[in-house]
């Protein structure tokens, strides 16, 4: 069994680690062993079943039929081989281990975010999501070895330790009938997943206090912490810094949205900051739309990291600072020069200030934001640090191997680029022109899937429009389109640049890395320009072909010391914002070539199911639609 699951995760282009493995041969047999002996050998194990949207995975769900009612019934379980660990902070939600120094999630608390994750994000679980109950199977441990789980008590948080195996046979009895119903599992693995809200759309319910974002695994690890930091503000004990890391489409703006929303519920005082004009404007812009009390203007709540260079010391309870990345040495207005570096500035601000960023999303020579340097400034001031570094994937499909091709395709991790072999929940594909990439993608966006077309800064950029229209700036042969508007008063129907990625009008200009950075769209369009090209198998940068004038002078003069790595950075964060799938086309006839033979073209195949994959259905979801249909037409 343990071969077995470990090949198809691997195929699915996961990384599988020996300490992984073994893993599996301490829990599985033991929990396959217990079902026997229980008389429940006929039970549906779906083992490491893939979260829709997400490159994270369960355990194992059992699977079957409700004894009286035959209705489909599910337990979802996280095996641990744990046999002691003790509680971290004051509510029991983080737990310490003596074989690691970092807080772990308590395993309860885990189980309980995967029941709430799918019952949210598949539509045959929502109908019913009683049918879902989840336990933490803990075969080494003992009642008196770990800490019972958190309040409040409910089945989606069960917790099993050997001695307390009386209650289990009574539990499952009632739960499953000993009979097997094979529906059950085909029921989960076949239902449509639900139509996913983009993070903004969300985040605008969690402001006006009616969603929320269900966080898993690390991510709640980081939010827990962040609370935990509060609780010890209160009590007057040392100040903490939270640094929370990740790559695109981990859950950092997740995380930091949802904290903004609890802390701003509990009346704290918690301010939201990006270094991102079109992020911090379209928050907002949707927190307008929320009813909030007039003391939380939007304009008050969602700031940018220059507002914090006066105000009192700890003034604010929380700080979040998103898109980290983004922090400048130093705040500048006109020729005034803050006196402190901008990251003591904004630890200054609050009791907790948090930090959430991306190492690898820096795009400008004075962009200087890096768990470094933060751990560095906090450690300075003499305060403690938490860090948490994120791992699970949430956008691209939740596909870790597209995640893969991509750091690859740019040399951003030790291997060369290879051919593309497919996943079901990512499409991608290879344009054959501009015209053609802009035709497949106006068909998604105008059946109500966001799409949008963005591309490297290296054709010039008219700032003003021109009788009420923008300039067609970027121009490939006979095909000419804007880039996203300048201005903050456009002309009717087209978005200003702070609204590119979000307005439905935004479709129509070509966006560049500061309006698609921080943003998610279904549908992503990326053309390559002649910045990055590939020349004898391999890409390489040309910082003069660019036109941004943050890297490059008026006279050519290349501003920035590493133009080769804010380049290849840039089109890391361009290729990983679509949701479903991402089109790609290069103006350089050799690189075209070279994507080409790593692309593979289109082709029709039946739907295949595999442990932890969606059947694709009759369902509207493009990210687990067959690669043939990205081209169809209108």
């Given at each position: 069994?343990?071969?077995?699951?470990?090949?198809?995760?691997?195929?699915?282009?996961?990384?599988?680690?020996?300490?992984?493995?073994?893993?599996?041969?301490?829990?599985?047999?033991?929990?396959?062993?217990?079902?026997?002996?229980?008389?429940?050998?006929?039970?549906?194990?779906?083992?490491?079943?893939?979260?829709?949207?997400?490159?994270?995975?369960?355990?194992?769900?059992?699977?079957?039929?409700e004894?009286?009612t035959?209705?489909?019934?599910?337990?979802?379980l996280?095996?641990?081989?744990?046999?002691?660990?003790?509680?971290?902070?004051?509510?029991?939600?983080?737990?310490?281990?003596?074989?690691?120094?970092?807080?772990?999630?308590?395993?309860?608390?885990?189980?309980?975010?995967?029941?709430?994750?799918?019952?949210?994000?598949?539509?045959?679980?929502?109908?019913?999501?009683?049918?879902?109950?989840?336990?933490?199977?803990?075969h080494?441990?003992?009642?008196?070895?770990?800490?019972?789980?958190?309040?409040p008590?409910?089945?989606?948080?069960?917790?099993?330790?050997?001695?307390?195996a009386?209650?289990?046979?009574?539990?499952?009895?009632?739960?499953?009938?000993?009979?097997?119903?094979?529906?059950?599992?085909?029921?989960?693995?076949?239902?449509?997943?639900?139509?996913?809200?983009?993070?903004?759309?969300t985040?605008?319910?969690?402001?006006?206090?009616?969603?929320?974002?269900?966080?898993?695994?690390?991510?709640r690890?980081?939010?827990?912490?962040?609370?935990?930091?509060?609780?010890?503000?209160?009590?007057?004990?040392?100040?903490?810094?939270?640094?929370?890391?990740?790559?695109?489409?981990?859950?950092?703006?997740?995380?930091?949205?949802?904290?903004?929303?609890?802390?701003?519920?509990?009346?704290?005082?918690?301010?939201?900051?990006?270094?991102?004009?079109?992020?911090?404007?379209?928050?907002?812009?949707?927190?307008?739309?929320?009813?909030?009390?007039?003391?939380?203007?939007?304009?008050?709540?969602?700031?940018?990291?220059?507002?914090?260079?006066?105000?009192?010391?700890?003034?604010?309870d929380?700080?979040?600072?998103?898109?980290?990345?983004?922090?400048?040495?130093?705040?500048?207005?006109?020729?005034?020069?803050?006196p402190?570096?901008?990251?003591?500035e904004?630890?200054?601000?609050?009791?907790?200030?948090?930090?959430l960023?991306?190492?690898?999303?820096?795009?400008?020579?004075?962009?200087?934001?890096?768990?470094?340097?933060?751990?560095?400034?906090?450690?300075?001031?003499?305060?403690?640090?938490?860090?948490?570094?994120?791992?699970?994937?949430?956008?691209?499909?939740?596909?870790?191997?597209?995640?893969?091709?991509?750091?690859?395709?740019?040399?951003?991790?030790?291997?060369?680029?290879?051919?593309?072999?497919g996943?079901?929940?990512?499409?991608?594909?290879?344009?054959?022109?501009?015209?053609?990439?802009?035709?497949?993608?106006?068909?998604?966006?105008?059946?109500g899937?966001?799409a949008?077309?963005?591309?490297?800064?290296?054709?010039?950029?008219?700032?003003?429009?021109?009788?009420?229209?923008?300039?067609?700036?970027?121009?490939?042969?006979?095909?000419?389109?804007?880039?996203?508007?300048?201005?903050?008063?456009?002309p009717?129907?087209?978005?200003?640049?702070?609204?590119?990625?979000?307005?439905?009008?935004?479709?129509?200009?070509?966006g560049?890395?500061?309006?698609?950075?921080?943003?998610?769209?279904?549908w992503?369009?990326?053309?390559?320009?002649?910045?990055?090209?590939?020349?004898?198998?391999?890409?390489?940068?040309?910082?003069?072909?660019?036109?941004?004038?943050?890297?490059?002078?008026?006279?050519?003069?290349?501003?920035?010391?590493?133009?080769?790595?804010?380049?290849?950075?840039?089109?890391?964060?361009?290729?990983?914002?679509?949701?479903?799938?991402?089109?790609?086309?290069?103006?350089?006839?050799?690189t075209?070539?070279?994507?080409?033979?790593?692309?593979?073209?289109?082709r029709?195949?039946?739907?295949?199911?595999?442990?932890?994959?969606?059947?694709?259905?009759?369902?509207?979801?493009?990210?687990?639609?067959?690669l043939?249909?990205?081209?169809?037409?209108?």
């Amino acid at each position: 069994m343990v071969d077995e699951v470990s090949a198809h995760l691997v195929d699915a282009g996961y990384s599988v680690e020996e300490p992984e493995r073994e893993s599996w041969r301490s829990s599985l047999p033991v929990l396959a062993r217990h079902l026997c002996e229980l008389g429940f050998s006929d039970l549906d194990a779906l083992v490491e079943y893939q979260l829709p949207r997400s490159s994270q995975r369960i355990d194992v769900i059992l699977a079957g039929a409700e004894p009286t009612t035959l209705r489909p019934a599910y337990l979802v379980l996280e095996l641990k081989q744990w046999s002691e660990a003790e509680r971290y902070d004051e509510v029991g939600c983080l737990l310490r281990a003596r074989w690691t120094s970092k807080p772990l999630l308590h395993p309860s608390v885990q189980v309980e975010a995967y029941c709430s994750y799918l019952v949210d994000h598949l539509e045959r679980l929502r109908e019913w999501p009683e049918a879902v109950h989840g336990m933490a199977y803990l075969h080494n441990a003992t009642a008196d070895s770990i800490p019972d789980r958190p309040l409040p008590r409910t089945y989606r948080n069960m917790l099993y330790t050997p001695d307390r195996a009386e209650r289990l046979p009574g539990y499952l009895a009632a739960r499953f009938s000993r009979v097997r119903d094979g529906r059950a599992a085909q029921r989960l693995l076949t239902s449509p997943v639900r139509q996913s809200a983009r993070l903004l759309a969300t985040a605008a319910d969690e402001v006006g206090n009616r969603g929320h974002f269900v966080l898993l695994d690390k991510q709640r690890e980081a939010y827990e912490l962040v609370m935990r930091a509060v609780r010890w503000a209160d009590a007057g004990r040392r100040k903490r810094v939270v640094i929370v890391s990740g790559g695109p489409g981990t859950g950092k703006s997740a995380i930091a949205l949802d904290l903004f929303a609890d802390l701003l519920r509990k009346g704290r005082q918690v301010n939201h900051a990006t270094g991102s004009k079109a992020f911090t404007r379209t928050l907002q812009l949707y927190a307008r739309e929320q009813p909030l009390h007039p003391s939380q203007r939007s304009d008050r709540l969602f700031k940018y990291f220059m507002n914090f260079t006066t105000g009192r010391k700890n003034g604010l309870d929380v700080l979040i600072c998103d898109e980290s990345h983004r922090i400048r040495e130093r705040t500048t207005r006109g020729n005034w020069r803050a006196p402190r570096p901008q990251v003591q500035e904004l630890i200054d601000a609050a009791k907790v200030p948090v930090f959430l960023l991306d190492d690898h999303q820096i795009v400008r020579p004075d962009e200087v934001g890096s768990v470094a340097a933060i751990r560095e400034a906090a450690e300075r001031l003499d305060l403690e640090v938490d860090d948490v570094t994120l791992g699970a994937q949430f956008r691209c499909g939740g596909s870790p191997r597209y995640e893969r091709w991509v750091r690859c395709l740019l040399g951003l991790e030790n291997a060369d680029p290879h051919r593309w072999i497919g996943d079901e929940n990512f499409r991608l594909g290879l344009a054959n022109s501009p015209e053609e990439m802009e035709s497949i993608l106006r068909h998604r966006n105008d059946q109500g899937e966001t799409a949008r077309i963005s591309a490297g800064f290296c054709w010039p950029w008219t700032l003003q429009a021109r009788n009420g229209r923008l300039a067609p700036d970027v121009r490939i042969g006979a095909w000419a389109r804007p880039w996203n508007a300048f201005e903050e008063h456009p002309p009717p129907g087209i978005p200003s640049s702070s609204y590119w990625a979000t307005d439905p009008g935004g479709f129509r200009q070509i966006g560049c890395i500061y309006t698609a950075q921080g943003f998610e769209y279904h549908w992503s369009g990326v053309i390559l320009g002649p910045d990055l090209v590939v020349r004898g198998g391999r890409f390489v940068t040309r910082a003069g072909e660019l036109r941004d004038s943050k890297l490059v002078s008026r006279d050519g003069r290349i501003k920035a010391k590493n133009p080769d790595r804010l380049i290849r950075n840039a089109y890391k964060v361009l290729l990983t914002r679509g949701l479903f799938g991402t089109l790609l086309y290069s103006v350089d006839p050799e690189t075209q070539e070279f994507l080409s033979r790593l692309i593979p073209p289109p082709r029709r195949r039946g739907p295949v199911v595999a442990p932890g994959v969606r059947r694709v259905g009759d369902e509207r979801v493009g990210a687990q639609q067959e690669l043939s249909d990205f081209r169809r037409k209108n």
